[in-house]
């Protein structure tokens, strides 16, 4: 029976052995992503002969060049000769130089093209991916994918794709060249070989481990400076620099410890193999002399064997630290594989053109819903709303009823876990997710714009052939925006800083609503809009909402805290606990006297006019 140390031996094997397998996969398929690259890639392969070929030819044009000089049996130099292989091996040396630089230039154009596809390719597989996996993924880590961890992905392969070439050339003349010389001698020497691979592939592994770690480390500290960025203000309020400060130097400490073992085993590593390396060479000098001594070989031919020794452990030493920073390298595109793998649930691609005259009816029906973050919550708990065409239906009800989240599936942001929705009794799945999502118009409680100007903002996902300057103007006058615009000395021009930090929140609302303006969608959502506002911008706001509504003509759903912007929907319905609780105009749930009937009951009684605060 195997003793429980063996089976941890083999146990032990077996990773390795995986390890090895995915290792090869990972360099394989980095290689790949130089395919679309192969013309020149083949290209610089052509010119790398090439230099390599006029390497070893310039030694024989030296000695050509002096056998002419060196006078013949009758005494004669051949002066012709030797002006002719000057000028040839000066021919053939600029070539040589003028080769070298194009072949290293084309190898690191290749291997720059290669990080720029591979950079953009991951940027569109995470800004294609579903609004879940935002939920769960912090922002921070994901610019580390697109910057830390293709580095280290690239890193081999940018600095030394060319060599990996040369090496394997030189390493198999090399070891051919010591067997013809002496296979006694080449049968001892490789001896070594095997304990010195063993010990990089050991090193190599353990390395990948670590440069995990610190990948990990990198991408914590990136999502501590992120957030710590853009929360500046609440940073500086709270006092609590020092504290992000020293967050992100924790995280940061972490991955100067895995690199610092990193640096110690690839240390020891080498004066390990350098150990076997040196003893390898007195072995051939031992047995190689006594091979001599016994007449068996001469001792130019163990000088001879002795320098292709040395040009195979060269080429060889060469291309096991390539392998070994590919197998680190493999830390960095473990994660970016990953990440390019997977696929969003909500696939762009599937479904029909919503190429219908769109009416902007929909319907949920028995729609049930929890947030894959947190399972147990049931958010929507069987939702059926119809939401007619061209109609303003309103929801209300405490905050954390579900309200947002009706929103969120009404963009299609996420799937049901159970039941449909459907436009003009289409069900969304059968419609391209794009298309879809084009016939909505949102305007939310926060409006974070882009770092961009006011124009910008306004237009933001129109192309500039489907609006004029104009437009944005019209569409910033129904929004109540233009005046406070034109005050700004930059006008339409002004920038308006990050999430447009610059301007104020019942000014960012109005552009909000201006884009809405613009785009003329079919559906409005409008979730508490006006909420977040103090007094004064909120009478703006509503005023510009009310237009909106009016004017557009499209369906309306609205989530609004404001008695007075409720009654006038054509439909209310009460969201308790993830249950349409009551529904019916204002009218009928007053008389109904239940939830909302208790609502207004309340705010009336506060003169707050504060739905969802009751
Ligand atoms: P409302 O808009 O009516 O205030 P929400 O739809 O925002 O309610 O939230 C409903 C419930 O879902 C709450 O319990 C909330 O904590 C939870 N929730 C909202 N968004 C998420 C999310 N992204 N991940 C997990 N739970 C969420
Ligand atoms: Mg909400």
Request: with cysteine; net charge neutral; glycine share 8%.
């Amino acid at each position: 029976a195997a003793t429980v140390s063996e089976n941890m031996l083999r146990g032990d094997r077996g990773v390795r052995e995986e390890a090895a397998v995915t290792n090869v996969s990972y360099f394989s398929r980095s290689l790949s992503l130089a395919r679309p690259e192969l013309p020149l890639l083949l290209l610089s392969f052509l010119l790398l002969a090439l230099y390599c070929a006029s390497s070893l030819a310039l030694p024989n044009f030296q000695g050509l060049i002096i056998d002419k000089v060196v006078p013949d049996d009758a005494g004669e130099y051949d002066e012709a000769g030797f002006r002719f292989y000057v000028k040839i091996y000066l021919a053939v040396m600029l070539t040589q130089g003028a080769l070298s630089t194009v072949y290293q230039a084309a190898f690191s154009l290749v291997s720059r093209r290669m990080v720029f596809h591979v950079r953009n390719t991951l940027f569109r597989k995470i800004l294609w991916q579903d609004v879940a996996f935002f939920d769960g993924t912090e922002s921070g880590h994901l610019i580390s994918r697109l910057t830390n961890d293709v580095n280290m992905m690239m890193q081999p392969i940018q600095t030394s794709l060319s060599s990996l070439l040369s090496n394997t050339l030189m390493l198999a003349g090399g070891v051919a060249m010591c067997f013809y010389n002496s296979y006694r001698l080449s049968m001892l020497a490789f001896v070594t070989v095997g304990p010195i691979m063993y010990l990089w592939d050991l090193y190599a592994n353990w390395s990948k481990q670590l440069n995990r770690r610190m990948l990990s480390a990198w991408a914590e500290g990136n999502s501590v400076a992120s957030q710590s960025l853009s929360h500046i203000r609440t940073v500086k309020a709270f006092g609590t620099e020092e504290r992000e400060i020293g967050t992100y130097s924790e995280a940061n400490k972490e991955a100067l410890r895995a690199g610092v073992r990193d640096a110690w085993g690839n240390g020891l590593t080498s004066a390990l193999t350098n150990y076997l390396d040196l003893g390898t060479g007195v072995l051939i000098l031992f047995y190689g002399g006594l091979l001599v001594m016994d007449g068996k070989m001469s001792v130019g031919r163990l000088v001879t064997f002795q320098l292709f020794w040395n040009m195979m452990n060269n080429a060889y030493q060469n291309l096991q630290g390539l392998v070994t920073s590919f197998t680190r390298s493999a830390a960095g595109a473990e994660k970016v594989f990953s990440l390019w793998d997977s696929a969003p649930d909500i696939d762009p691609s599937v479904g029909n053109g919503v190429d219908w005259d769109v009416e902007g009816g929909i319907e949920l029906k028995n729609v049930k819903y929890f947030y894959q973050m947190r399972p147990d919550n049931l958010v929507l708990d069987g939702i059926n709303l119809k939401i007619p065409a061209g109609k303003t239906v309103a929801l209300v009800g405490r905050s954390g009823g579900g309200k947002t989240t009706i929103v969120n599936m009404l963009l299609r942001f996420y799937d049901p876990k159970e039941g449909t929705i459907s436009l003009d009794s289409f069900p969304y799945e059968s419609l391209k997710v794009h298309e879809l999502r084009r016939q909505f118009g949102v305007v939310s409680q926060d409006t974070e714009l882009f770092a961009k100007t006011i124009a910008e903002n306004i237009a933001y996902g129109l192309d500039p052939s489907e609006y004029t300057m104009e437009d944005v103007h019209e569409a910033a006058r129904r929004a109540q925006a233009h005046d406070f615009i034109m005050e700004m000395k930059d006008g339409y021009s002004t920038r308006v800083g990050e999430r447009g930090g610059r301007i104020s929140g019942g000014q960012r609302q109005r552009i909000a609503i201006a884009r809405v303006f613009l785009r003329k969608p079919k559906i409005i959502l409008l979730d508490e809009a006006t909420s977040a506002l103090d007094e004064n911008s909120q009478q703006a706001v509503q005023d510009a909402l009310n237009t909106l509504i009016k004017e557009c003509n499209a369906t309306v759903v609205l989530v609004a805290h404001r008695l007075s912007t409720v009654m006038n929907a054509h439909k209310i319905a009460v969201i308790e606990k993830g249950k349409v609780a009551e529904q019916g105009s204002h009218d009928d749930l007053v008389r109904l006297g239940g939830i909302y009937a208790k609502l207004v009951e309340k705010t009336n009684k506060k003169k707050e006019n504060a739905l969802n605060q009751a």
